[in-house]
């Protein structure tokens, strides 16, 4: 019965040494910041409240952009006004969408929450 490990096996088909399991770890890795936490946003860029009507069949939505954070905390964002206000609407791509003309009561909860916002 044959022994080698299939990792063996292709070392050396190819000619290659076998990489090691867990290479030394010189330093600890730091996470990358990709932005990821609204928390750590806040105060730091000023986000834009704006009211759209067209292409929504009438209807009116509010509109918060700016944010620099990942869809997870986006949506952590805009669940918590969503509930505030008791209305429905979306996060992604670094806008909220609240249904309904709400500016100022969104731009109250944002600051309540400690973010820069304002109504254009």
């Known amino acids: 019965m044959n022994t080698t490990d299939w990792k063996d096996a292709l070392a050396n088909a190819f000619g290659r040494p076998v990489p090691d399991e867990n290479p030394p770890q010189d330093e600890p890795q730091q996470p990358a ?4 936490d609204a928390v750590a ?3 730091k860029t000023r986000l834009d409240i704006v ?4 292409g929504r069949g009438g209807k009116q939505a509010t509109i918060v952009t700016g944010f620099t954070v990942d869809d997870e905390a986006l949506k952590q ?8 206000l008791g209305v429905g609407g979306s996060a992604r791509g670094g ?3 609240i249904q309904g003309d709400f500016r100022q009561r969104v731009l109250d909860e944002l600051t309540a929450m ?7």
């Open 41 to 43: 946003q806040q105060g």
């Open 114 to 120: 400690g973010f820069k916002a304002r109504i254009i």
């Open 51 to 54: 009211l759209e009507r067209k």
């Open 77 to 84: 964002v805009a669940s918590r006004l969503k509930r505030s």
């Open 95 to 97: 806008e909220v969408l």
């Open 33 to 36: 910041d990709n932005g990821g």
